[in-house]
C-alpha cells in the first residue's frame, strides 16, 4: 500500500555526476613582459628620448639667445623714447602749473609759495620731480593704472 | 644739554648710532655727505646752528616734504577750479603718458 502511493517531491539535489570540482588555486594577472624586460624597455626609451630632447634644447638655446639679443638691442632705443617722453612731460607739467597757479597768490612756478625745494642748488636745476609731482594734473584714471606699481615696488 | 655731544668718542659711543645711510648709491648721498661733512668739522653743537643750510637740504631730501606739499597745494587747487566750474571738459587735467616716468 505505501509503495503504490508514492508522491514524488521536489528535492534539490546534486546534478547527476555529481558537483564539478570547485577552483581554488589563485589567478595571477597576465604579465607581458618579466621585470627585466620592463626595466631594460625604461632605459632604452629614456635614452631614446633623451637624445631628442637634446636636439629640441639646442633649438630653445637658440631661441633665448636669439630673444636676448633682440632685447639687448633695442633698450637702449625704448629708454630713449621714455626719457624724452619723460622731458616733454616735465615742460607740459610746467605750462601746467603755470596755467593753474596764475591767480594764487604767492606762487611761483616750481617752489613752495616762493620757498625753493632745495635752496642750495642754482635756480635753473633740474629737481626731478616725485611720483605725485608728475602726476600732479592727472585724472584720477590714469592715476590708479600707475600708482600701485610705482609706489608699492 | 642737546649741544653737547660726547668728549671721546669710542665704540661704546657708536652702540646707539645710524643704522643705515644714503652713500650706497641712496637717492640723498651727496646731500647727506654734505651734511655729514659739515657736522665733523664743527661737532654736533655748532653743527647744528652752522649747518643749517646743508641739514636742510638732507632733510628735504631725505622726507620729500615740500615736493609732496607743492602737489597736494596743486591738487587743491585743481579740484577748487574744478568744482567753481572754471575748468571744463578736456582742460581739466594734464595727462601724461603711462609708461612715461
Redesign the interface.
Known amino acids: 500500500m505505501a509503495e503504490a502511493c508514492q508522491i514524488i517531491r521536489k528535492q534539490d539535489l546534486p546534478p547527476p555526476g555529481g558537483y564539478r570540482p570547485i577552483p581554488f588555486k589563485r589567478i595571477p594577472a597576465k604579465s607581458y613582459f618579466s621585470g627585466f624586460t620592463w626595466i631594460a624597455g625604461y632605459i632604452g626609451v629614456t635614452a631614446i628620448s633623451s637624445y631628442l630632447y637634446y636636439l629640441n634644447y639646442k633649438q630653445i638655446v637658440k631661441n633665448k639667445i636669439e630673444m636676448r639679443s633682440a632685447k639687448m638691442a633695442i633698450y637702449p632705443m625704448l629708454l630713449a623714447e621714455?626719457d624724452r617722453?619723460?622731458m616733454k612731460?616735465l615742460r607740459?607739467?610746467r605750462d601746467?602749473?603755470a596755467e593753474?597757479?596764475r591767480d594764487?597768490p604767492g606762487?611761483e612756478v616750481g617752489?613752495?609759495?616762493g620757498?625753493r625745494?632745495?635752496?642750495?642748488l642754482p635756480p635753473d636745476a633740474l629737481?626731478e620731480?616725485?611720483?605725485?609731482?608728475?602726476?600732479?594734473?592727472?585724472?584720477p584714471s590714469?592715476w590708479d593704472?600707475?600708482v600701485d606699481l610705482?609706489l608699492w615696488s | 644739554m642737546s649741544d653737547i655731544s660726547p668728549f671721546l668718542r669710542s665704540i661704546f659711543t657708536d652702540v646707539t648710532g645710524p643704522m643705515y645711510s644714503y652713500q650706497m648709491f641712496g637717492r640723498c648721498a651727496k646731500q647727506e655727505a654734505n651734511m655729514m661733512d659739515c657736522m665733523e668739522a664743527y661737532g654736533y653743537g655748532r653743527g647744528v646752528r652752522k649747518c643749517k643750510d646743508l641739514i636742510d637740504e638732507m632733510y628735504e631730501c631725505h622726507t620729500l616734504k615740500k615736493q609732496y606739499a607743492r602737489f597736494a597745494a596743486m591738487r587743491k587747487e585743481r579740484n577748487r577750479q574744478i568744482a567753481c566750474g572754471q575748468l571744463k571738459g578736456d582742460k581739466q587735467y594734464v595727462t601724461p603718458r603711462i609708461d612715461s616716468y
Open positions: 621714455r617722453e619723460y612731460q607740459r607739467n601746467a602749473e593753474l597757479m594764487v606762487w617752489t613752495y609759495y620757498e625745494v632745495y635752496k642750495l629737481v620731480p616725485i611720483f605725485h609731482e608728475y602726476y600732479a594734473h592727472t585724472e590714469a593704472k600707475k610705482r
